[in-house]
């Protein structure tokens, strides 16, 4: 019997090129969106590829061999993302994360990340500059990216049962090798390294005792995030999402918790602390708990389409203004046309409305735009 079919590459062709206003905007530092939510992280897609098919991003189903992804000359250049992230920068950006795709597929990475670290705030600090993987070239990569001016990394792992991971991941990767990703880029100084784990249930909430245990006393943070309904490939139910509640309930039980402040106003997810002094976690409640109201994230995809939602149905193609000449004086005002007429709260309507708003919407692959 065929694989369902799910088009998602029409997400890659929509052409809405921003508008450039009459009167230019100048950059000040600081932009506000209608809902009075600054701008201050921006996430680069610099690949539409990986080398996992995991079962609730890039399923195999919908990514097999036959999937044709975007061709390098889509792409955007080392130049042109750099030249994207210091108008972004410019507006007020201090935290800029590099995703996929996976990342580390793209070739040179290093030599964008060392070109990003010569960025500055408009006051002359350093950028928080980061990046997310799913660790299986991480070992082979930590050491230069460290040496690039990478400040750390975020690395994906679904369970630390190798079975479990290997049914996650769907190419039989082995879960030692990401551990071992994980211990080069700890040495290599890439800190504090944060662990993702999306919970979905019947599939790994099993993990969520295993995998506390696990990294318990290490110097890693672990996150666990509920299952989003991010795309239209993942097919994503309700009844799939274990509550954050559900999580620190269950560790709570058997590895005593206290809830910690939060580090910063937008922080997307709530701590906890192991009572006995040996380590933190993190749950990240995007179904159960919309933190929208506080979301200072732009996203950036592989070639040039700027996204102000994770859950966005379409972007905006600053591609398209670089190659056909603007200057960066017009692009800035352009980006922060934009971002002042965004009013995106997916989550909270979704949380007010049920889960039959995911039917309703056609929403970007998080593999296009990354998580």
Same mark, same amino acid.
Not at 210 to 224: D, E, V, Y
Not at 328 to 334: G, H, L, T, V
């Given at each position: 019997?065929?694989?369902?079919?799910?088009?998602?590459?029409?997400?890659?062709?929509?052409?809405?090129?921003?508008?450039?206003?009459?009167?230019?905007?100048? &950059?000040?530092?600081?932009? &506000?969106?209608? +809902? @009075?939510?600054?701008?201050?992280?921006?996430?680069? *897609?610099?690949?539409?590829?990986?080398?996992?098919?995991?079962?609730?991003?890039?399923?195999?189903?919908?990514? @097999?061999?036959?999937?044709?992804?975007?061709?390098?000359?889509?792409?955007?250049?080392?130049?042109?993302?750099?030249?994207?992230?210091?108008?972004?920068?410019?507006? @007020?950006?201090?935290?800029?994360?590099?995703?996929?795709?996976?990342?580390? +597929?793209?070739?040179?990475?290093?030599?964008?990340? *060392?070109? +990003?670290?010569?960025?500055?705030?408009? %006051? @002359?600090?350093?950028? $928080?500059?980061?990046?997310?993987?799913?660790? *299986?070239?991480?070992?082979?990569?930590?050491?230069? +990216?460290?040496?690039?001016?990478?400040?750390?990394?975020?690395?994906?792992?679904?369970?630390?049962?190798?079975?479990?991971?290997?049914?996650?991941?769907?190419?039989?990767?082995?879960?030692?090798?990401?551990?071992?990703?994980? %211990?080069?880029?700890?040495?290599?100084?890439?800190?504090?390294?944060?662990?993702?784990?999306?919970?979905?249930?019947?599939?790994?909430?099993?993990?969520?005792?295993?995998?506390?245990?696990?990294?318990?006393?290490?110097?890693?943070?672990?996150?666990?995030?509920?299952?989003?309904?991010?795309?239209? *490939?993942?097919?994503?139910?309700? $009844?799939?999402?274990?509550?954050?509640?559900?999580?620190?309930?269950?560790?709570?039980?058997?590895?005593?918790?206290?809830?910690?402040?939060?580090?910063? &106003? &937008?922080?997307?997810?709530?701590?906890?602390?192991?009572?006995?002094?040996?380590?933190?976690?993190?749950?990240?409640?995007?179904?159960?708990?919309?933190?929208?109201s506080n979301c200072t994230r732009a996203r950036l995809s592989t070639e040039g389409k700027l996204y102000t939602c994770l859950f966005a149905s379409g972007g905006h193609d600053l591609r398209a203004l670089l190659r056909r000449g603007h200057s960066d004086e017009e692009i800035s005002s352009a980006i922060a046309h934009v971002w002042r007429a965004r009013d995106n709260r997916y989550s909270e309507l979704r949380s007010a409305r049920t889960a039959g708003?995911?039917?309703?919407?056609?929403?970007?692959?998080?593999?296009?735009?990354?998580?």
């Amino acid at each position: 019997m065929a694989g369902k079919i799910i088009p998602v590459t029409d997400q890659r062709t929509l052409e809405a090129v921003p508008s450039i206003p009459l009167i230019q905007v100048p &950059a000040t530092g600081s932009v &506000a969106d209608r +809902l @009075g939510r600054p701008l201050n992280d921006l996430r680069i *897609s610099v690949t539409d590829r990986c080398n996992f098919r995991c079962v609730y991003c890039m399923p195999a189903e919908t990514f @097999g061999k036959s999937y044709t992804f975007l061709p390098q000359t889509s792409l955007l250049s080392f130049e042109e993302i750099v030249r994207i992230a210091g108008i972004f920068v410019a507006h @007020g950006v201090e935290k800029i994360r590099l995703t996929g795709g996976e990342p580390l +597929l793209r070739k040179n990475i290093e030599q964008l990340v *060392s070109m +990003l670290s010569q960025l500055k705030t408009p %006051d @002359g600090r350093e950028l $928080d500059l980061t990046l997310t993987t799913n660790g *299986s070239l991480l070992a082979k990569k930590a050491q230069a +990216l460290k040496e690039a001016g990478l400040k750390r990394v975020t690395v994906s792992l679904d369970s630390i049962d190798d079975a479990t991971f290997k049914r996650m991941n769907d190419v039989d990767f082995p879960v030692s090798q990401v551990l071992h990703g994980i %211990d080069a880029a700890h040495q290599a100084g890439l800190g504090p390294i944060k662990i993702n784990m999306v919970v979905k249930g019947g599939l790994n909430d099993h993990e969520i005792v295993p995998m506390a245990r696990h990294f318990k006393g290490s110097p890693f943070i672990l996150r666990f995030i509920e299952y989003m309904d991010v795309g239209t *490939s993942n097919g994503w139910k309700m $009844d799939e999402v274990i509550p954050s509640s559900e999580v620190v309930r269950c560790i709570n039980a058997v590895l005593p918790l206290a809830a910690l402040d939060a580090n910063y &106003a &937008a922080e997307t997810a709530a701590r906890w602390r192991y009572q006995d002094g040996s380590g933190e976690i993190g749950v990240i409640s995007s179904v159960t708990q919309a933190f929208c109201s506080n979301c200072t994230r732009a996203r950036l995809s592989t070639e040039g389409k700027l996204y102000t939602c994770l859950f966005a149905s379409g972007g905006h193609d600053l591609r398209a203004l670089l190659r056909r000449g603007h200057s960066d004086e017009e692009i800035s005002s352009a980006i922060a046309h934009v971002w002042r007429a965004r009013d995106n709260r997916y989550s909270e309507l979704r949380s007010a409305r049920t889960a039959g708003l995911n039917q309703t919407l056609k929403k970007v692959e998080m593999s296009y735009i990354g998580g």
